[in-house]
């Protein structure tokens, strides 16, 4: 029951080539967005479409598959965990981020 506690499944599209990073151990780190899109009518009956980005991070294996297989508009699955961290601008002005570890990942469409 403990998996469910904090759990997060996204079917969209990336919206850009996946950022690859090398660490000095070798161990890869894959960052990219993906873009859900969910459509309704508005009271006018018009149809709206609300597209929402979420940042992902992806280690190990699957930062290797990312950066072989995925590049922009590629439509995927991805099964995680939302993070939460934070980090200074070189101004000094402190900035939040929420992210998706990456768990599984499933490549849909072509």
Known sequence: MNSLRNKVQLIGNLGNDPEIITLENGTKLAKFSIATNESYKNVKGE????TQWHNIVAWGKLAEITEN????????????KLTNRSYETNDGEKRYITEIKCNELL???K
Request: glycine share 16%; hydrophobic share 40%.
């Open 107 to 109: 490549m849909l469409g």
């Open 47 to 50: 149809k709206v479409t609300d």
């Open 69 to 80: 297989f995925l590049s922009k508009g590629k439509e995927v699955m991805i099964e995680g």
